[in-house]
């Protein structure tokens, strides 16, 4: 497997990063089964691991520090923060006094004196970035955290962000963790060029586009995509748009064939083909699913193959709108006239 630089940081980190948020309840119930699954991935060259202290209320990092017993050091070891972890108020988003607690939370969990990279969930709206950014500083400055990131910021999110850390000679961040997919491929047009132009690293989430270019869901097929822990108008199939995805999917099925390679591995090979991608992330919960994803990696596509993608799904469109689950929400149409 080729290794990439992470940003600017020096680090090299495999293509495909270990997304854990199936491991525990949320998906794979069963303990050993999802260390056999880390491991395996692990084995087949993947020294890139993806957590939250929310999925699965903290197992998935329990799981994830478990498995990496005696092979720590050989992983850049990922997580995040924000996301409510319980009812009380302060349990949750990017102020200094949630931040020192959930980090402690996040070590115990994983097992381990430091994580890698500390990233932000998501961005908040009431929250200043330099509160955020202070913080993060002090966790680099006690070697708890070896680099900081975020995660789902819009292009202005972002460059407030390195502006804030430039002159207030803070940490910044070096990461940005987007969704992106065949299907969803908004951040082309800003999000991508912006964080290039400020040298960081990108690990991408939900490259399979939430199940839709897995091969899971296809137009005579006898279910229809539910999830929920994602909004439903994303999977209503009355929609036009979401009837224009299962279109688009039976045209990449069918290119995928043409090619050799299945249809999963045309999605993942599709974006870690972008220049400004490092990493992808794959979320499997079984180790049929890792065994079909890894084989990805050594998946090129042609200039050809890019064309024809860009014929069905234009650069910088994403086809359903309600897919893009990033951005700043005073952004939104709804938003732009009124407060």
């Excluded at 996040?106 to 990279?117: K, N, P, V, W």
């Excluded at 047009?189 to 899971?216: E, K, N």
């Amino acid at each position: 497997m080729d290794y990439r630089t992470l940003g600017r940081t020096g680090v090299s980190v495999s293509p495909l990063c270990l997304g854990t948020m199936m491991f525990g309840p949320w998906g794979n119930a069963d303990e050993q089964d999802s260390i056999r699954v880390i491991h395996h991935a692990l084995d087949a060259g993947v020294n890139f691991v993806d957590t939250a202290d929310v999925y699965s209320g903290g197992e998935s990092e329990r799981i994830t520090g478990k498995a990496l017993q005696g092979r720590r050091d050989d992983v850049v070891l990922a997580t995040k923060f924000f996301m409510p972890m319980s009812d009380e108020p302060n349990h949750r988003g990017g102020s200094r006094k949630w931040i020192m607690r959930s980090v402690e939370d996040s070590l115990q969990r994983l097992q381990t004196d430091y994580i890698d990279l500390y990233q932000v969930h998501r961005p908040s709206p009431d929250t200043d970035v330099e509160e955020t950014l202070g913080a993060l500083s002090d966790l680099v400055r006690q070697g708890k955290v070896r680099y900081i990131g975020s995660s789902s910021y819009a292009a202005s999110q972002i460059v407030e962000a390195q502006w804030t850390a430039r002159e207030r000679n803070l940490q910044r961040f070096v990461t940005e963790q987007p969704p992106y997919s065949i299907l969803v491929r908004g951040i082309e047009a800003d999000v991508l060029p912006t964080a290039q132009r400020h040298g960081m690293g990108i690990l991408t989430y939900s490259p399979l586009g939430g199940g839709w270019l897995s091969g899971r869901w296809r137009k005579d097929s006898a279910s229809s995509p539910t999830s929920s822990a994602r909004p439903a108008a994303r999977f209503d199939m009355t929609s036009p748009a979401n009837q224009q995805k299962l279109d688009v999917v039976e045209e990449l099925a069918l290119l995928a064939e043409e090619n050799g390679i299945t249809l999963i591995q045309l999605a993942l090979a599709f974006v870690i083909r972008h220049p400004a991608v490092t990493s992808a992330i794959i979320g499997p919960r079984t180790m049929d699913q890792l065994t079909s994803q890894l084989a990805a990696a050594d998946v090129v596509l042609t200039d050809a193959v890019l064309d024809r993608i860009d014929e069905l799904v234009a650069p910088g469109v994403t086809i359903n709108p309600d897919d893009n689950s990033y951005g700043a929400t005073e952004l939104t149409p709804a938003a732009r006239r009124r407060a």
